[in-house]
């Protein structure tokens, strides 16, 4: 799926609960001005708070993407490098395996996550997961969900250490 992505690193960080992501054509009379709300309401609308949003330009089209999370933010928003446009980034370390697992609703993926039992299967653990919507078709409503899943390695079980009896 070819999609723009907000900057690898302040995915990595910062939006760890949901990735939404708009096209508008034609652009809005305010151009990227309508962004923040619309991340807002969007954001709030699944039950989480907006974090961050970004906005550009390109040709006749406004991409608007948000990054939406459980915790409201604390302070002022961090600073990004611009847009990566190109395919869905992948936000796993390179010791994990990525799975993309199509979600009906953004409801599903972030109250009812498949990537423990996903994982689990693979004799892995999970790491991270991010749910993500996409609105390519620039009809408002018309989104595609994924939860995307970052398996790492089962961590061995802790040792006991038993102190001997004296």
């Known amino acids: 799926m070819k999609t723009s992505r907000i900057n690898h690193l302040f995915a990595t960080l910062i939006c760890i609960s949901a990735f939404i992501e708009r096209n508008y054509n034609p652009i809005p009379g305010d151009k990227c001005g309508s962004c923040p709300t619309w991340c807002n309401s969007k954001c709030s609308s699944i039950g989480l708070f907006m974090v ?4 550009r330009i390109v040709r006749a089209d406004m991409d608007c993407q948000c990054c939406c999370s459980k915790v409201a933010p604390t302070g002022p928003s961090p600073t990004t490098t611009p847009f990566s446009p190109g395919e869905l980034e992948n936000v796993c370390t390179a010791e994990q395996k990525s799975i993309l697992i199509p979600r009906e609703q953004s409801r599903d993926c972030l109250f009812n996550p498949l990537c423990e039992a996903k994982c689990k299967e693979l004799g892995r653990s999970n790491g991270r997961s991010e ?3 996409s609105s390519r078709d620039f009809k408002e409503g018309s989104y595609r969900w994924y939860e995307q899943c970052c ?12 102190a001997p009896w004296t």
């Not at 961050?52 to 906005?55: A, F, L, M, S």
């Not at 398996?151 to 038993?162: K, T």
């Open 52 to 55: 961050q949003n970004k906005c």
């Open 151 to 162: 398996c790492r390695d089962m961590l061995p079980p802790p040792s006991v250490d038993v």
């Open 131 to 133: 749910c993500w919507g």
